[in-house]
Nanobody, 113 residues
Framework: QVQLVESGGDLVQPGGSLALSCIVS????????MAWYRQAPGKQRDLVAW???????HYADSAKGRFTISRDDAKSTLYLRMNNLQPEDTAVYYC???????WGQGTQVTVSS
């Protein structure tokens, strides 16, 4: 049974930082490209960033220069470091296998003063 469990979401002030984690079980983590998505209230779920098995990364324009995706294959864990957060970054953040439809349950990030 494949499971993806996100954590690290919180309420943070504009300009602040957060680090999200996603622990994956039930598959050979190091064989899969992984991704972070987010969904703001009333909006569609959008790609934030992905990382492949070789460490190659891709970012949405909204994330470039502020967010960093990384992975630790030994820990079967995906990370998203987010800096200089803004109110428009408020959303539920989900991890998933990039090319297959396995999703976590999401973690809420709220950016507000």
């Amino acid at each position: 049974q494949v499971q993806l469990v996100e954590s690290g979401g919180d309420l943070v002030q504009p300009g602040g930082s957060l680090a999200l984690s996603c622990i994956v079980s039930g598959l050979n983590f190091d064989s899969y490209a992984m991704a972070w998505y987010r969904q703001a209230p009333g909006k569609q779920r959008d790609l934030v960033a992905w990382i492949n098995t070789a460490g190659l990364t891709h970012y949405a324009d909204s994330a470039k220069g502020r967010f960093t995706i990384s992975r630790d294959d030994a820990k079967s864990t995906l990370y998203l470091r987010m800096n200089n957060l803004q109110p428009e970054d408020t959303a539920v953040y989900y991890c998933r296998t990039r090319d297959l439809n396995w999703w976590g349950q999401g973690t809420q990030v709220t950016v507000s003063s």
